[in-house]
């Protein structure tokens, strides 16, 4: 390592707008009792507990009632837990045990007449033991419903997370384009992004990158880098994204290693169309939203068209924020609306064995405006 | 990067002895119907379903019955799946929507008369749904017990990571001991050591790296790596493992930045014999295997006896194997037994804001011929 690469690493999150739990405490404490008559919201998806608390660690759970928020944790994370949730006016608790931390989670829900419990993440273990003590209500998560809108101090993490990738992406692309002369996997490739990632700026990766090759490979869409060795003639698709403060970015590019044959230079322009028209369908949210059925259409129709609809064998795309997919989902059977704040992918792709594949995806937040493109990496996949 | 350390990639499964899935499988079949009169057994929980079938894919489903066992997932990974289940014996079903996948669990469980399923893992919601379908047993998972016995085949992927991580730490260690010339973060120390475990042969980290320094950042067991800059005087804990083809290893070692303390020389020392009691301890594991409590009580008396319990908030260990925490856990309220062909660490610690912390781990492997200890990283803390 290079001293002045070592320099890089200068970002970190008190340059940060800060972000307001006490603001999204208060709105959570507005909705009780919600739509389904519950006078408590019992948080236990580790990442709902972040969005509403700011609390980091990876055991916790977070109850609303109307006299506020309480966290609870264990004594491994005490003095963190008050850390990080200082100025959001949430109550803390920790315990050393298990047993007694239970406890107290059946004492801060007493009295409520309905406790609403996300069933979808919550395991059947846990509902059981918890359904004995406390009245549980299923319901989708609330919180994750809130989380679907981001503000402007989540956009600026986003936002520098979408930079470290575009600058790491810069320095590798070239090595990558010169595998030929000096050979490199689909490991090194990854392995260099996610390095590089972090010397401008991010805390980590957003995702295990993938780098996916060649004729076998490249046909799948979720493919594990391995030691193969990309060679001229190849398709390539990255899919790369950084994390910055628990935020997410994802973009993927594609490229031909060498001189693109007709078919590939026909079929990526394929893809960038598709690409296009997907965003540009982003332009017709207003207030009320649009069904993201209708963006994962406008997208795949251009692929259909052209003859290439069972080539793409996924959806357009899905929210992004603290979790790498998050709601809306942009795919064909969703009944999910887009809404201004929503920050989404748009990502078409064709795969088949054989060929190989391509892949082109952008990040972008949909604002009364229109679409604002998050990821800038320039996309000059074919030549 | 330089052509050099790009090349240090070399690593990769193919190398490896190949894990023998139907042995896994049949192991299962025999068990069928097991001590709750089951007749099916089925597997959602994805290390589960890895560790059966060897399917790496993030969506998938496995069921296995008296005729042998059936492998669900969706159409992106259809490719992957078979050729990842080659060999196995396992049939694979992949169906383009979510809806087809279910209704194809759903027939694949038919005419069972009870189905053990893990009700730890799996979310409430979807319990609800496929117990109106299928008559559901909750289990502690089957397969996660099995999991607690490693042959040498995943041993010899623990032992490849183990080897990356130390070879990642003897090229970061000079650089830490030297932050008083050329200041590093933890955000340094921890890009550093992920991104040589990469050039040393690991598939990736095993976990996000501890680096936890100073009088508070080091006082918390879990902390994460901060843009803080490391300095003279601070305690240093740096916990970091590799992955190898799925398999984790584990390590943790303690340093005093410049001349340490008389104050800091004795607590760490304490930290050292507690460790090495509790390694030994492991040489008591007998045919039927030990308490887990007793090799938790070995490290911890030490630490007791010196009037240092309090400091001391964490279990003693945990198994390693798909999964970073495995059976047995080597905690207080344990009620796990050690036993031969286990893997576990080892890892008692001091944590107090003000003073900092310590902590020092290795990955042991127990055999009939005693404990033999897989990270070899020396322990040369203070000076």
């Known amino acids: 390592m290079s001293g002045s690469a070592r320099h890089h690493s200068t970002s970190d999150a008190s340059a940060l707008p800060s972000i307001d739990h006490a603001e999204r405490v208060r709105t959570i404490v507005d909705r009780l009792p919600s739509g389904d008559g519950c006078d408590a919201l019992l948080v236990l998806d580790l990442t709902d507990v972040r969005w509403l608390t700011g609390f980091t660690g990876s055991n916790g759970w977070a109850v609303v009632r109307r006299d506020g928020a309480t966290l609870g944790t264990d004594g491994r994370y005490r003095d963190r837990a008050v850390a990080e949730t200082a100025g959001s006016g949430v109550d803390v608790i920790a315990e050393e045990t298990a047993t007694a931390l239970e406890q107290r989670l059946v004492e801060t829900l007493r009295g409520a007449e309905r406790v609403a419990l996300d069933a979808s993440t919550t395991p059947h273990s846990r509902w059981t033991r918890l359904?004995?003590?406390?009245?549980?209500?299923?319901?989708?998560?609330?919180?994750?419903?809130?989380?679907?809108?981001?503000?402007?101090?989540?956009?600026?993490?986003?936002?520098?997370?979408?930079?470290?990738?575009?600058?790491?992406?810069?320095?590798?692309?070239?090595?990558?384009?010169?595998?030929?002369?000096?050979?490199?996997?689909?490991?090194?490739?990854?392995?260099?992004?996610?390095?590089?990632?972090?010397?401008?700026?991010?805390?980590?990766?957003?995702?295990?990158?993938?780098?996916?090759?060649?004729?076998?490979?490249?046909?799948?869409?979720?493919?594990?880098?391995?030691?193969?060795?990309?060679?001229?003639?190849?398709?390539?698709i990255i899919d790369v994204g950084a994390l910055v403060d628990g935020y997410?970015?994802?973009?993927?590019?594609?490229?031909?290693?060498?001189?693109?044959?007709?078919?590939?230079?026909?079929?990526?322009?394929?893809?960038?169309?598709?690409?296009?028209?997907?965003?540009?369908?982003?332009?017709?949210?207003?207030?009320?939203?649009?069904?993201?059925?209708?963006?994962?259409?406008?997208?795949?129709?251009?692929?259909?068209?052209?003859?290439?609809?069972?080539?793409?064998?996924?959806?357009?795309?899905?929210?992004?924020?603290?979790?790498?997919?998050?709601?809306?989902?942009?795919?064909?059977?969703?009944?999910?609306h887009v809404r201004w704040g929503n920050v989404v992918t748009i990502e078409p792709g064709l795969y088949r064995e054989g060929f190989g594949g391509f892949r082109i995806e952008d990040l972008v937040v949909v604002t009364e405006d229109g679409p604002r493109v998050l990821t800038q990496s320039p996309k000059r996949g074919v030549r």
């Open 131 to 236: 359904a004995a003590q406390a009245p549980l209500e299923p319901t989708d998560s609330s919180v994750r419903l809130l989380r679907q809108v981001l503000d402007d101090a989540e956009l600026a993490r986003i936002e520098r997370a979408a930079r470290a990738a575009d600058a790491a992406l810069t320095e590798v692309e070239p090595l990558l384009l010169a595998t030929g002369d000096e050979p490199m996997t689909e490991h090194d490739v990854r392995t260099e992004l996610e390095y590089r990632m972090r010397l401008h700026g991010a805390d980590d990766r957003s995702y295990s990158t993938i780098v996916a090759t060649g004729p076998v490979h490249g046909a799948r869409p979720h493919h594990d880098a391995t030691r193969r060795t990309i060679v001229e003639g190849d398709t390539v």
């Open 248 to 336: 997410h970015s994802d973009m993927t590019r594609s490229w031909v290693i060498g001189e693109a044959t007709p078919e590939q230079v026909a079929r990526y322009a394929l893809v960038a169309a598709a690409q296009s028209a997907g965003i540009g369908a982003l332009a017709e949210v207003g207030a009320s939203g649009v069904a993201a059925v209708d963006i994962d259409a406008a997208a795949r129709t251009v692929l259909d068209d052209a003859g290439y609809g069972d080539w793409y064998v996924h959806g357009t795309g899905h929210g992004v924020g603290l979790d790498i997919h998050e709601l809306p989902m942009l795919v064909r059977t969703s009944r999910d």
